[in-house]
């Protein structure tokens, strides 16, 4: 069974007993390090739902109509994928401090999701870069996978991200705390 981030790392408390966010910041985070979400099963009605109010194409609405289709059956829309994969990000898969926010990026679709299909994303930090006009945030590029259960990738996104340093004070103290006694 998967756990939680807050039980993995455990209750972190400041030296002055406030809760510490166990979402991680800027600091936190280094180039090569992953996260695996938990999963997500795709219903073909949530997946219709979706289509009929965002992208009402016949082959993400009607598996006959799907089928004389370049899809030969009834495909999620992509939106809906990505829908789902921010879902799987925010609820744990990328657990960033202060959300997970934007800046732009790429997206890929390389096969369509199918109902039934369980999906999980593992993302990857490819970049670090700390912002040099503001000492309070970052830019990280993370690139996420989206596979169904058979371990094929249905998305791959590499997205830009502003991601919050970890306060000055903070980061003085941990600098301390890890230093070796005089």
Sequence with gaps: MKRGLE???????HANGQAVDPRLTLDDLHVGQRFTSGTHAIDARAMVDFAVEYDPQPFHLDDEAARN??????????????AVTMKLLVGGGLPIA?????????????QPTRPGDILRVESEVVAITPSRSNPHRGMVTVRSETRNQRNEVVQNLVARLIVPRTPRLDRESARIAASPPA
């Excluded at 289709?69 to 990505?82: D, N, Q, R, V, Y």
């Excluded at 959300?99 to 679709?109: D, F, K, V």
């Design 7 to 13: 039980e993995e790392i455990g209750s972190m408390t």
């Design 69 to 82: 289709t370049l899809f030969g059956g009834l495909a999620s829309s992509g939106w809906h994928t990505a």
């Design 98 to 110: 202060g959300g997970i926010i934007g800046a732009g990026g790429e997206i890929h679709w390389p």
